[in-house]
């Protein structure tokens, strides 16, 4: 069986939970962002990554991105509910979400997670390298 090339890994493989989150508030959860500058590979790809863990009950705050983007957010663990507002202040999206599903957050929208009774745990894949 061949062995695995340590250096390829490196470059392809990283684990966000060795990241220090840009925010993080107890009894509530935190938030990390892992941008080129993290993981050079994914400026290739064109591509970021935003996780949100959130505690029972916990919201994290109305939101859009700096940098425009499109953003896919996958529902890992948990349950709550997701709010999304598009322009002019038109709610699009008040939706309950779960394990399993994908909701697409268009550019220059804003979105919020309130977390149910088990948490919440979403990772976004973001249009953007910043």
């Known amino acids: 069986m061949p062995k695995p090339q340590l250096g390829l890994t490196?470059?392809?493989?990283y684990d966000i939970d060795a990241k220090v989150p840009e925010i993080e508030a107890q009894n509530v959860g935190l938030a990390t962002t892992l941008t080129e500058k993290d993981f050079p590979f994914i400026k290739d790809?064109?591509?970021s990554v935003i996780r949100?863990?959130?505690?029972?009950?916990?919201?994290?705050?109305?939101?859009?991105l700096i940098t425009p983007g499109i953003q896919l957010?996958?529902?890992?663990?948990?349950?709550?509910?997701?709010?999304?507002?598009g322009l002019g202040g038109k709610r699009v999206l008040d939706s309950e979400v779960k394990v399993g599903h994908l909701i697409v957050v268009p550019q220059f929208f804003v979105v919020s997670q309130i977390a149910g009774e088990e948490g919440l745990e979403s990772y976004s894949i973001v249009t953007t390298t910043k």
């Not at 490196?10 to 493989?13: N, Q």
């Not at 949100?52 to 859009?64: D, F, R, T, Y």
């Open 52 to 64: 949100v863990k959130l505690e029972s009950n916990a919201i994290k705050a109305p939101s859009n």
């Open 45 to 47: 790809v064109g591509l």
């Open 10 to 13: 490196k470059d392809f493989v």
């Open 73 to 85: 957010i996958y529902i890992a663990r948990g349950s709550g509910k997701i709010e999304i507002v």
